[in-house]
């Protein structure tokens, strides 16, 4: 039995690469459909779904309908408990909620500024006293984990995990942008530029084109850094 994941274009919509990454990562059985996310059907395409009304909706083989990323994790983690979704150690798991949480409602700054974008890596970026506050507090709690749990790593918590797949975009954020960040969050990024899932959507998302292009910056752009 399958789920069905609704989401938008692979190339901007960093939710919605979480809940797809949430199903690829962890070998749960999906369909994917896509929505107008950017050509204004996608409340048409939900509406179905309701009372959901943005990406990624899943739907579950009984028709149950789940609306939010972290009512997503959670339910899949509850449903396939051998899937390894959360830590197995309590400690490292609190602290994978925790982070999942602060990605889910923090780090505005960033988000606003650099909106996640697959196809280019902007030059001179200029960087706003917000925007490196959130890179700091990405470096204070992406290095916790790392220093206390990750041992061998390259993920947050030794392997792939739901904090993994809500931090991706702001691995693509840090790269698309040129964003300066410590040698460690570098290699961290790296890992998911160079994860097999990650690029297999972007390898997607970067099929499309677009006039005009989302989120442009009046900045010299160079190709995709697509590995460390």
């Not at 739907?59 to 959360?86: K, Q, Y």
């Not at 780090?107 to 200029?126: E, I, K, N, T, V």
């Not at 790269?175 to 972007?202: C, E, I, Q």
């Amino acid at each position: 039995m399958s789920y069905d994941l609704f989401i938008g274009d692979k190339g901007f919509s960093s939710w919605s690469l979480r809940g797809w990454l949430l199903f690829e990562k962890f070998d749960i059985p999906f369909r994917e459909h896509m929505t107008g996310l950017y050509t204004g059907t996608m409340q048409q395409d939900l509406a179905t779904l309701a009372p959901a009304r943005f990406v990624p909706t899943a739907r579950t083989p009984e028709g149950w309908v789940i609306g939010e990323s972290i009512a997503l994790a959670e339910t899949l983690a509850e449903r396939h408990p051998d899937a390894g979704i959360w830590p197995t150690n309590p400690e490292a798991r609190v602290f994978a909620r925790w982070l999942v949480a602060e990605m889910h409602a923090g780090f505005a700054a960033l988000r606003s500024a650099c909106p996640m974008q697959l196809f280019h890596q902007y030059q001179g970026f200029a960087v706003t006293d917000a925007v490196q506050a959130d890179l700091e507090r990405l470096e204070t709690m992406l290095g916790h984990a790392l220093t206390h749990f990750s041992g061998e790593g390259p993920w947050l918590f030794g392997t792939y995990s739901a904090a993994d797949a809500f931090y991706a975009p702001v691995a693509a954020r840090i790269a698309g942008y040129d964003l300066p960040v410590s040698k460690r969050l570098t290699a961290y990024v790296a890992a998911h530029l160079n994860d097999p899932a990650f690029k297999a959507w972007r390898a997607e998302g970067i099929k499309l084109s677009y006039d005009p292009m989302p989120y442009a910056l009046d900045l010299p752009k160079t190709d995709w850094p697509v590995s460390a």
